[in-house]
C-alpha cells in the first residue's frame, strides 16, 4: 500500500493512497487543548483526528509522485 500524504503548515490537507484504507493522525502538541480534547495513546497525551472522509484512491497519481521522488532521490545522492 502506498500513501501519499499532502502537509502545509504543519496541517495535513490531503491524502490520496493506491487502496482503501482508515488513517488516524497522531498529534503530540496537546498545548492550548481541552482534556476532552485528547486521548491516552501509547501512554501518553495525545490528539487524535479521525476524518470523517475517505482518502482519495488514485493509483496512477500515487505511482507518479512515487516515481518522481524516486528520481529526485537518485539525483540527490
Known sequence: ??????ME?????DIIS???LEVRVVD???EGLHE?????V?????????S???PEVDTKRVEQIFNE???NEKQNK
Open 9 to 13: 503548515g504543519g496541517v495535513i490537507h
Open 36 to 40: 476532552s480534547e485528547t486521548q491516552t
Open 1 to 6: 500500500m502506498k500513501v501519499v500524504l499532502f
Open 69 to 71: 521522488i524516486a528520481v
Open 52 to 54: 470523517n472522509r475517505t
Open 42 to 50: 501509547e501512554g501518553e497525551t495525545k490528539f487524535v483526528f479521525t
Open 28 to 30: 503530540a502538541d496537546v
Open 18 to 20: 493506491d487502496g482503501e
